[in-house]
């Protein structure tokens, strides 16, 4: 069993940035590929970056965030990190932590666990 607790969201100019933080409780955190899901209002929840169990593993961008946007890993400390800059109006949404158990942390693999959700707010 996997808890994850994400924190780090808040309200942001357009232009901006903001670092999203995910802790994850348990012993086994390096085993699991790791990724940031996002739902905007009347949206379905989209996956938008994943990261390999290796902090130096694979990463996987949505087109919409690539090269703005950057997964990382400490899993000294079992917690993924976002790093989020040049926010636009359109990356308004509840961003999402999610763990799966096969450690490759790619778009298609099925997400087990998640987090509660942190809000994040861009302004044009």
């Known amino acids: 069993q996997v808890q994850l607790v994400e924190s780090g969201g808040g309200l942001v100019q357009a232009g901006g940035s903001l670092r999203l933080s995910c802790v994850a409780s348990?012993?086994?955190?390096?085993?699991?590929?790791m990724g940031w899901f996002r739902q905007a209002p009347g949206k379905e929840r989209e996956f938008v970056v994943g990261?390999?169990?290796?902090?130096?593993?694979?990463?996987y961008y949505a087109d919409s965030v690539k090269g703005r946007f950057t997964i990382s890993r400490d899993n000294a400390k079992n917690t993924v990190y976002l790093q989020m800059n040049s926010l636009e109006p359109e990356d308004t949404a509840v961003y999402y932590c999610?763990?799966?158990?096969?450690?490759?942390?790619?778009?298609?693999?099925?997400?087990?666990?998640w987090g509660q959700g942190t809000q994040v707010t861009v302004s044009s």
């Open positions: 348990g012993r086994t955190f390096s085993s699991y590929g």
């Open positions: 990261i390999s169990r290796s902090a130096a593993g694979l990463k």
């Open positions: 999610a763990a799966e158990s096969t450690g490759r942390g790619g778009p298609r693999a099925s997400y087990d666990y």
